[in-house]
């Protein structure tokens, strides 16, 4: 009898384990890419296709962890994508007067702190509204700063499909070897396995968690 309460026991704590950490919580945002700084002039480059639809972009949104230091600076424009794979042309034909907010965004600490508290670590990253119906969006990034998703939001609110284009980033591997930084495909990310910082596919890994930031 002690042998069959036991075994039921058993089962009883196994489901309340399962049922805790095996059901997938899709306010929770996912994985987290950590960007650092090799050098004064690493500035990190990841451009995304937005689904094509007839509403303008209004919002968009990241999901930062933490940043070290201050200040990180980020900038979001259009981009057009090239032919030519080498690294210095892809992304070589964007415009300043396409950037969201006119220029570099400052993301401060006393912001993350804030964000973290009390959206879950959600930023919005302009004041006015986008109003650009832009199909490719390239975002560069300035400084160290863990990011744990990015948000495009369309003018009725709702969240505009993403994909990830290419990369041109630094990645770091477990045994601490460092490529200089080269224009990744998504395909080339998905198949690196021991990256030590993460990678950028992950800023779209739980998108609906952005609809729970005020819960």
């Known amino acids: 009898m002690k042998k069959i309460l036991s075994i039921i026991l058993c089962l009883i704590t196994m489901l309340g384990v399962l049922s805790f ?3 997938g919580d899709k306010n929770a945002v996912g994985e987290a890419w950590t960007v650092n700084v090799y050098d004064s002039t690493t500035t990190q480059k990841v451009g995304f296709s937005l689904t094509r639809n007839s509403k303008n972009i209004k919002e968009v949104w990241i999901n930062v962890e933490k940043i070290q230091g201050n200040l990180v ?11 030519s794979n080498d690294r210095e042309e892809y992304f070589s034909n ?6 969201l907010q006119q220029g ?5 600490a006393q912001m993350v702190r804030t964000a973290n508290k009390e959206r879950k670590g959600w930023i919005k990253l302009n004041d006015e509204d986008w109003d650009k119906n832009y199909n490719n969006v390239l975002i560069s990034l300035k400084g160290d700063i863990v990011l744990r998703e990015i948000v495009f939001v369309n ?3 709702e969240v505009i499909k993403a994909n990830l284009d290419r990369a041109l980033i630094v ?8 490529p200089k930084d080269k224009l990744w495909t998504k395909a080339e990310l998905d198949a ?3 990256a030590k910082h993460g990678l950028p596919t992950a800023l779209l890994d739980s998108q609906e968690s952005f609809n729970s930031k005020d819960d």
């Open 21 to 23: 950490t095996g059901c």
């Open 73 to 83: 600076g980020i900038t979001v424009q259009k981009y057009t994508a090239q032919s």
């Open 192 to 194: 690196i396995t021991n």
């Open 104 to 108: 570099e965004i400052s993301i401060t």
């Open 171 to 178: 990645v770091e591997f477990d045994d601490g070897s460092i």
């Open 155 to 157: 003018m009725d609110g």
């Open 94 to 99: 964007t415009s300043a007067a396409t950037a």
